[in-house]
């Protein structure tokens, strides 16, 4: 059967994990804690990435955002697609 812990018993067991330098799976072993639910209770008490890194007092970051771009197609310069000429050249400049 499963325990029921409050509130405040939650927030103990997670003060006392962040304190610690256990890994989450043996703390969870330890405390006859699933690591699933872990994760779960901690995402919902904390409000934020239940992750090591994510410690520290700072807020998370902003979830990404798809932002609306529109493409314009630049002019394409005369040049570009045409044969080469040899215009502006002399006899001269193309022998070999």
Not at 11 to 39: I, K, P, T
Not at 66 to 79: E, G, L
Request: with cysteine; net charge positive.
């Amino acid at each position: 059967m499963a325990k029921i812990r409050s509130h405040e018993a939650w927030q103990a067991l997670f003060a006392e994990y962040e304190a610690g330098q256990e890994s989450a799976h043996d703390f969870c072993v330890r405390h006859g804690l699933r690591l699933q639910y872990f994760y779960q209770r901690s995402l919902e008490l904390r409000g934020h990435s239940a992750s090591r890194r994510g410690r520290g007092g700072q807020p998370a970051a902003p979830p990404a955002a798809f932002v609306p771009v529109t493409v314009t197609p630049r002019a394409v310069p005369a040049s570009i697609g045409r044969a080469p000429t040899n215009r502006g050249l002399s006899t001269a400049d193309t022998r070999p």
